[in-house]
């Protein structure tokens, strides 16, 4: 496996929110002595988890050769931590409340050759840890032996019954170690990689249907949200991400619920609180699942506050909630904000909300973007062939005053069907058409607020009464889409 590490070898400088203490870590500093043989190493570093990667901490000189001594007057956060060598090879220890220990140990074999002394439970993890790594190396040579051979030959099974064998030893020798050390971080960290089982017989319909909310509703059983240690291992951003991926339905109601559910449970730990609110932030802000906006909005709405987000200060605060109120009104969900715009001629002025359709596909677009020029001319076609006959209207929203160039590209590529703009006579003149004329209005002048435009094109979809029912979808997504929403609607109905 390849471990990398997150470091400036010039600064160490990160986020002094990672900095955060742990309730629960000890109060008399740490000081962590390292000796390692057969290292001609001038400086170490200390490392932890994070977010599925590995920051520093501290670094150490070596005071004698090989010797090295890690120490500071405030306590360590609990979690999963690394010993760095320069050359990048690693090994993982423990750290709880007890942070003075000495680790010995030999660059032949970091793991197997350490010997601890002062802390009891590092001891036995390193034990573990030199056990189980063994066994899985024999493991996956005797996979490989089985892949060469094929499953069916007599000595692939022979190689399958050694794994499973290794694979009892391996859980034998975990379940000691948690009985020893019941209310350990390694005790938290093997029960949480546990899934909870369903046992059921799956033969119809509804068998998969009760499978399922049992997984969802039981994936967090075995996961110790009080061990604030867990934010600093990789096993909380795997356990997330497999169940916002895998497990639970993508569904912007049910993905909301079960988001409130995970950061409900995450709050009896703020060092988890904190974690399960950034990752939930980043995983919907990355995400391009559509409607996803209104998962995002949700998360910054109700946890990126002052009397949730401890971790960020009054300024990261106030760009969440710009962002938020700039995102709201086109969600998913809402009516979509009117919009009163001529077509090409400058005269004849269009209300999106009296646009008679069953549904409308709204699309801001550029005739100057690349994109655009594409997409544009596959709507007109999708058109043609499909959308119409499907009850579907297409509203055009051109994001530039050019008239000229949106003119002659709707010439060129034979687009028909309607399209709007701000005129440059609008931009200067607003006041005219917004109160003498009663024509326009702001929001339809500053379409590109109103409508959070930061790209093109931009397609959302509208039902009849003008509410959002999708958004930035491509010219190869709406037929589908358009099927499946009918589909759910008629459902519903039966």
């Known amino acids: 496996m390849k471990k990398t590490i997150i470091l400036s070898l010039f600064g160490f400088l990160f986020s002094a929110m990672l900095m955060a203490q742990d309730k629960t870590a000890a ?47 405030k306590a360590l956060e609990h979690g999963l931590y690394i010993i760095v060598l320069p050359n990048m090879n690693m090994f993982d220890f423990i750290v709880d409340d007890n942070q003075h220990f000495s680790i010995e140990t030999d660059t032949l074999s970091l793991v197997g050759s350490a010997k601890i002394k002062g802390h009891e439970l590092n001891a036995a993890f390193f034990k573990f840890m030199d056990n189980a790594g063994k066994k899985q190396y024999e493991m996956i040579k005797a996979r490989k032996r089985i892949d060469a051979l094929g499953k069916e030959a007599d000595s692939s099974k022979t190689y399958q019954a050694r794994i499973e064998g290794w694979q009892k030893e391996i859980e034998t020798e975990e379940a000691a170690l948690v009985k020893q050390f019941p209310n350990s971080l390694p005790a938290h960290l093997f029960k949480a990689s546990k899934d909870v089982p369903h046992n059921m017989t799956l033969k119809t319909q509804e ?76 995983y919907y802000a990355n995400s391009k699942l559509m409607c996803i906006e209104n998962c995002f909005v949700h998360v910054a709405k109700n946890y990126y506050n002052k009397e949730n987000a401890w971790w960020a ?105 309607l399209n709007t703009l701000v005129t440059d006579d609008m931009a200067k003149n607003p006041s005219k058409y917004i109160y003498d004329y009663k024509i326009s209005d702001l929001q339809s002048m500053n379409l590109h607020l109103t409508y959070d435009i930061s790209s093109t094109p931009l397609i959302l979809i509208l039902d009849k009464n003008k509410k959002i029912i999708g958004r930035k979808l491509g010219a190869e997504d709406i037929v589908g889409f358009l099927q499946r929403y009918k589909l759910q609607q008629a459902q519903k109905k039966s």
């Open 207 to 282: 068998d998969s249907t009760n499978a399922y909310y049992f997984t969802v509703n039981h994936y967090w059983d075995n996961f110790e949200w009080s061990d604030g240690g867990l934010a600093r291992t990789p096993v909380l951003s795997d356990r997330l991400t497999t169940f916002f991926d895998k497990i639970v339905l993508k569904i912007p109601d049910t993905l909301i619920n079960y988001t409130d559910k995970v950061i409900s449970m995450s709050k009896a730990n703020r060092e988890n609180f904190k974690y399960t609110v950034q990752f939930l932030y980043k």
């Open 313 to 417: 200060d009054s300024t990261t605060l106030a760009k969440i909630a710009e962002r938020v109120k700039s995102m709201e009104p086109t969600l998913c969900g809402k009516i979509a904000p009117d919009l009163s715009l001529p077509d090409t001629s400058g005269q004849n002025f269009f209300r999106l909300s009296k646009f008679e359709a069953e549904y409308t596909l709204l699309v801001f677009w550029d005739p100057g973007c690349g994109h655009c020029q594409k997409e544009i001319p596959r709507l007109q076609h999708l058109y043609d062939s499909t959308l119409a006959a499907q009850g579907m209207k297409i509203f055009g929203v051109c994001t530039k005053r050019n008239l000229k160039d949106l003119k002659e590209f709707l010439q060129s590529k034979k687009i028909s069907f």
């Open 27 to 73: 109060k008399d500093g740490y000081a962590i002595s390292v000796k390692i043989k057969n290292s001609d190493a001038k400086e170490l570093y200390l490392g932890f988890h994070y977010d599925n990667n590995k920051y520093v901490r501290d670094t150490a000189k070596s005071t004698k050769p090989g010797e090295f001594v890690f120490k500071g007057d």
